[in-house]
């Protein structure tokens, strides 16, 4: 695959520009605009994580991403192609895990394999990379009723990163997940991330979800969807995750930064003092 590099020399995984979403509720009303020019890019190896207020847009532009849903105006292209449709290269893990029930963990993570020109010993190969990624080696002959809700949704990145996708698109993955759970699949997440290589877009509510996994950090904000902030994330000096994080002064600082601009985003365009602190006290 022919990859583009970006400015900073960066290999640029996905990039949108002056992209436009708009539907009309029938044949007489005005099209109403759901998304606004939308224009970034994701290079090889990002953490992003996109914050939100529900309604703002994020799912469906997680659905122009992956191909789902066709733009109004603008282009997507993934390695440098334009993006017409489902791509390969672009892997889903929804809200829910939706595997299916009568297959065993390990035959969910192959499910995707057969339609590649792969003898069965390369397929074994593969899922065995994967379910040791994501920590299920032990369970590859359950069936997912067999399986805690965390372990359902790493099988089912595992599934997702089986295929070999260039980038992951996640739609809140944990939004199911009791809080204790949430925490512990907060840490296989950035481990997955870490030892797949892979580019992770990550939509989710949680402010200190982002703080904690994102290396860079978008804020969405509705009528119509926009991206009102979109910064490398100070907070992530080491690539290892660590909740030390949250005992900084510069954590709370970074966090109120954004829930203003989540609650009120006319002001993120405007320079933000808190998030200037944040920088300083690192």
Partial sequence: MICAMSENGRTVTISLRNVTLAFRQNKRSSPASILE???FDIHDGDFICLLGPSGCGKTSLL???AGYLPPTE???TVGGKPLTGPNMEVGVVFQHPNLFPWLSV???VAFG???RNL???ERRSIVDHYLDIVELTDFGDLLPYQLSGGMKQRAAIARTLAVDPKIVLLDEPFSALD???RERMQVYAHSIWERSGKSFFFITHDVDEALLLGNRIMVMRGGPGMIVRDIENPLRTSPHFSREIKRSQSFWAMRDSLLRDIENPLLADA???CLSSAREAI
Avoid: E
Wanted: proline share 4%; hydrophobic share 40%; charged share 20%.
């Fill in 37 to 39: 020019d939308i224009d």
């Fill in 63 to 65: 659905n122009i991403l």
């Fill in 74 to 76: 603008g282009q997507i």
């Fill in 106 to 108: 390990r035959k969910n």
């Fill in 113 to 115: 394999l057969k339609y």
């Fill in 119 to 121: 003898t069965g010993a």
């Fill in 179 to 181: 809080a204790m759970t």
């Fill in 271 to 273: 320079p933000n003092a």
